[in-house]
């Protein structure tokens, strides 16, 4: 009885000394943080924008969000992997939830 009050206690204790940023971190696969272009020529051929984050660039799209608003624009990004992407070996084709200018 004593073994389970202290569990019920500890599990207790870990929700509610976490917090997120935000509500951000944790909420989504990617977080990156880089320039948002218009996507030229690529070898995988999907996707209209990229983001060009430290060594890696990463063709993005957005159901909900006007990317044009951020082109050429330092910026934060959160998504998500695009079912049934990558194709060919490509990178993942993140669908862009979140964005915040840097």
Do not use: H
Not at 27 to 39: A, C, D, N, R, V
Not at 53 to 73: F, H, R, V
């Amino acid at each position: 009885m004593k073994i389970e009050v202290l569990l019920l206690c500890f599990i207790i204790f870990l929700f509610t000394s976490c917090e997120k940023e935000e509500g951000i971190i944790g909420e989504y696969k990617y977080e990156l943080k880089g320039e948002i272009q218009k996507m030229g020529a690529t070898w995988y051929m999907y996707g209209t924008y990229q983001i060009k984050s430290n060594s890696a660039t990463y063709p993005i799209k957005s159901s909900t969000i006007d990317l044009d608003k951020y082109l050429n624009k330092k910026v934060i990004i959160w998504g998500d992997p695009t079912p049934g992407y990558p194709i060919d070996f490509g990178p993942d084709y993140i669908e862009v939830k979140r964005i915040k200018n840097k």
